[in-house]
Structure formats: structure tokens, C-alpha cells
């Protein structure tokens, strides 16, 4: 099972900027999409951004459209999520996900591996 790493998260102050990571422990034939999901304390894991490998095609949640930017790194087993312009309403912790079959979708129990999260404040 590929094993997934994130890391980047932080406090920081509304109106700023963290960029994440997630780096996987391999990229297999059968990896298609990476995506970010974020859960705050007492709400459901929600989808934020994902991207397909192989064409790059990108989709993101209304609430981070315009603000987030989600990106294939220089390796190929590897992921960024660009944050602009947080908001304190962005706390939550965010979780890397792969999908090993075709198809970009924001449903979390369509991705098969996740990673342990990494906690992203933002305050006021």
C-alpha cells in the first residue's frame, strides 16, 4: 500500500499564506489522481483540490477556488497545495489522498490511500 507524507502546516495569520505538500512512497501504473481533503473539529472530511497525473486536469472546492492552487511536483510521486489568502474558516487538519483508478472525483471514500494529516490554523 503507498504510503503518504504530508507536511507544510502551520499557524498563521488571516490574509496568509501556506504552501503543503505530500509526498508518496511510490507512484505505481495504477496511480491516477492525488487530492486534498481537509476535516475542522465536528465536521465531515470535505473535499479541497485534486489533479490527475497524466493530464494534469485540476478540480477544487467553491470555498478555495481563486485562493488554492493544487500542483504536481518535480517528482512524480509528489503533490503541493498552494494556500493564499487564508481565512480562519481554512482551520482544519488536511489529508493527502491517491486514487488508483481513472477518473478525477471529490468523494472521499473513492481514494484508496491516505495520509496522517498535517494541521493547518489560521487565525483572525
Known amino acids: 500500500q503507498v504510503q503518504l507524507v504530508e507536511s507544510g502546516g502551520g499557524l498563521v495569520q488571516a490574509g496568509g499564506s501556506l504552501r503543503l505538500s505530500c509526498a508518496a512512497s511510490?507512484?505505481?501504473?495504477?496511480?491516477?489522481?492525488m487530492g486534498w481533503f481537509r476535516q475542522a473539529p465536528g465536521k465531515e472530511r470535505e473535499f479541497v483540490a485534486g489533479?490527475?497525473?497524466?493530464?494534469?486536469?485540476?478540480t477544487y472546492a467553491d470555498s478555495v477556488k481563486g485562493r488554492f492552487t493544487i500542483s504536481r511536483g518535480n517528482a512524480k510521486n509528489t503533490v503541493h497545495l498552494q494556500m493564499n489568502s487564508l481565512k480562519p474558516d481554512d482551520t482544519a487538519v488536511y489529508y493527502c489522498?491517491?486514487?488508483?483508478?481513472?477518473?478525477?472525483?471529490?468523494?472521499?471514500?473513492?481514494?484508496?490511500?491516505w495520509g496522517q494529516g498535517t494541521q493547518v490554523t489560521v487565525s483572525s
Open positions: 489522498a491517491v486514487r488508483h483508478f481513472p477518473g478525477l472525483t471529490t468523494t472521499p471514500s473513492n481514494f484508496d490511500s
Open positions: 511510490e507512484r505505481t501504473s495504477s496511480t491516477y489522481a
Open positions: 489533479i490527475s497525473l497524466n493530464g494534469g486536469t485540476t
